[in-house]
């Protein structure tokens, strides 16, 4: 049984920082694609960022410069580091695994709330 579980969540200030996690279990993690995506109310889920399998990290532009995609394949974690946020980057994030040599092997996490707010 595959999972995803997400951990870091929570309300921050402007300007603040986060440390998201996600640890996956039940895949060969180092072989898989990870990313991190967003969904704020009312919008589609977007990639915030990718690292992966043999390759470096990928951002959405809005992100550059401010958030960091890290992995350990030792320990099955990804960690999505979060600096000067803004009140745009308030959103549910969620973790996925996407293996890239097999179609529709792909998985979700249950997904962590991002609240930056005064």
């Known amino acids: 049984q595959v999972q995803l579980v997400e951990s870091g969540g929570g309300l921050v200030q402007p300007g603040g920082s986060l440390r998201l996690s996600c640890t996956a279990s039940?895949?060969?993690?180092?072989?898989?694609?990870m990313g991190w995506y967003r969904q704020a109310p009312g919008k589609q889920r977007d990639l915030v960022a990718v690292?992966?399998?043999?390759?470096?990290?990928n951002y959405a532009d809005s992100v550059k410069g401010r958030l960091t995609i890290s992995r350990d394949n030792g320990k099955n974690t990804v960690s999505l580091q979060m600096n000067s946020l803004k009140p745009d980057d308030t959103a549910v994030y969620y973790c996925n695994a996407n293996n890239p040599y097999a179609t529709f092997d792909n998985y979700w996490g249950q997904g962590t709330q991002v609240t930056v707010s005064s």
């Open positions: 039940g895949i060969i993690f180092g072989i898989y694609d």
């Open positions: 690292i992966r399998s043999d390759s470096g990290p």
